[in-house]
């Protein structure tokens, strides 16, 4: 169960939306908690931030929180959740299938909306994969990071399926690497991954076997 949307207008970068996330000020206190939660673990990660902290930031008391989150595990989950619906969808998706109507195009689109994201002041990195590197090996925030980036691939196998690329699910295997790889990178301080990527992606996919063509009549 999905809970919070993210900015509606999709013609807007994530900065925008995650501006959206920010600055809303619902009247709920577990919308202001998870606002709050949302904001700090995308930019320290969740080892590094308190409950404390985000009570702080979202001026509610620790009852508030404890009646809607029983612990700060199902926070983090929760915040995954919602990391799917803002930057997955309402960020990366969308502005990929904004860019082009071809599936092959928009398999590549997607270096380029990161080589975008790479070059931002606040580039913070993927929140499945810094939340994946801290937490315990096949705990419960491990295998929903896990699930919510093995969402990420879903959409990229119905990218090559669309494309008519032959074995799409092998193949989203691969493209998820490059695009994990170059975020890691970017990570590191490389700002120009994404395009170091793009080529080595290009190649990868003029390489790749597609389905036969139907014969004319």
């Known amino acids: 169960m999905r809970v919070w949307r993210g900015a509606q ?38 080892s590094q931030v308190g409950i404390d902290t985000i ?31 803002v930057w997955t969808h309402d960020w990366l998706e969308a502005e990929v299938r904004k860019r082009t109507a071809e599936p092959a195009e928009r398999l590549l ?26 937490c315990e090996m096949n705990s419960p925030i491990h295998r929903a990071a896990a699930r919510h980036l093995a ?18 699910q092998q193949f989203s295997e691969m493209w998820h690497i490059l695009m994990k790889g170059s975020i890691i990178s970017a990570y590191e301080g490389n700002r120009e991954a994404a395009g170091a990527a793009r080529t080595a992606a290009e190649a990868a996919l003029a390489a790749w076997p597609r389905k036969a063509q139907p014969a004319v009549a």
């Open 9 to 46: 207008v999709r013609s807007k970068g994530m900065l925008q939306r995650q501006n959206d996330v920010s600055e809303a000020r619902p009247k709920g206190a577990r919308e202001r908690i998870l606002q709050s939660a949302y904001r700090l673990f995308s930019s320290r990660g969740t």
């Open 55 to 85: 009570l702080a930031d979202s001026g509610c008391a620790k009852a508030s929180l404890y009646k809607h989150f029983r612990s700060k595990e199902e926070l983090v989950l929760a915040f995954l959740e919602m990391r799917e619906d």
């Open 109 to 134: 689109a997607i270096f380029d909306v990161f080589d975008e994201w790479f070059r931002k002041r606040d580039y913070e990195g993927c929140g499945f994969i810094n939340i994946l590197l801290e």
């Open 151 to 168: 969402n990420i691939r879903s959409i990229v196998s119905g990218f090559a399926q669309d494309a008519g690329l032959e074995r799409p």
